[in-house]
């Protein structure tokens, strides 16, 4: 190829990459996407058993939400048909220790953990997690986390919903177009704008952190 066609075509990408930022920035129904992967909010008490009392989580990096943050350490958790190592500690620690992993992960666990908002663990699954220093049976904690869009009050302004309204998600994919209904709105002074499914839900629309979904009003899916 040579150089002039080279230098058209470099330009003609930064156009196109130009026009779609601006087009994500000026077209307020988009809603940024993050995937969660599998991880787990500990108590401190849990963390002291399973790490030893002298132990703190350390931070491996800042999560879209203010204040929360991925810990550089792991756990492992079991069930009845299998167990998942290098499970991520979200941090900071929680009133109560709950795993969040995908549909996916809970047929390889043997488990059926219901699909649940965060927080929200009661009648949840039984499983065992073990840490370098111990482990627990937790009689309850396992869920898999319903799909939810994290708000400003700004952007709940912007977009005409309050907390706890549901809308509709539609992933406008050419191959794999694909709408998440009844999806949860919360609302925060705390809160960046983002819609938070887990990697089932990501590979079933084939997308990935940072692309956008774009908001539908539903009233009929309340
Ligand atoms: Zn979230």
Avoid at 2 to 24: A, G, R
Avoid at 56 to 84: D, M, Y
Avoid at 129 to 153: D, N, Q, V
Wanted: aromatic share 6%; charged share 25%.
């Amino acid at each position: 190829m040579k150089k002039c066609e080279i230098d058209h075509l470099v330009d003609s990408i930064v156009k196109e990459l130009t026009h779609s930022k601006n087009k994500y920035q000026k077209d307020d129904t988009l809603v940024p996407i993050g995937v969660s992967g599998r991880h787990c909010h500990l108590t401190k008490e849990d963390f002291a058993t399973l790490f030893g009392k002298t132990g703190s989580l350390t931070k491996k990096g800042n999560l879209s939400q203010p204040g929360q943050f991925a810990a550089n350490e792991t756990v492992t958790i079991a069930g009845p048909k299998g167990s998942i190592q290098n499970l991520r500690i979200l941090g900071p620690f929680r009133k109560h220790t709950q795993v969040e992993v995908s549909i996916t992960d809970s047929i390889k666990l043997g488990l059926k953990p219901p699909i649940r908002e965060s927080g929200n663990i009661e009648h949840s699954s039984p499983f065992t997690i073990i840490g370098p220093k111990g482990s627990i049976f937790m009689e309850k904690g396992l869920i898999i986390a319903k799909a939810h869009i994290h708000m400003s009050p700004n952007d709940a302004n912007r977009f005409r919903v309050q907390d706890g309204d549901f809308v509709r998600i539609k992933i406008r994919n050419e191959y794999r177009p694909i709408s998440f209904e009844k999806v949860k709105v919360r609302i925060s002074p705390n809160y960046v704008l983002e819609m938070h499914i887990d990697t089932d839900e990501a590979n079933a629309a084939n997308i990935r952190t940072g692309e956008f979904g774009e908001l539908v009003h539903s009233g009929d899916v309340r």
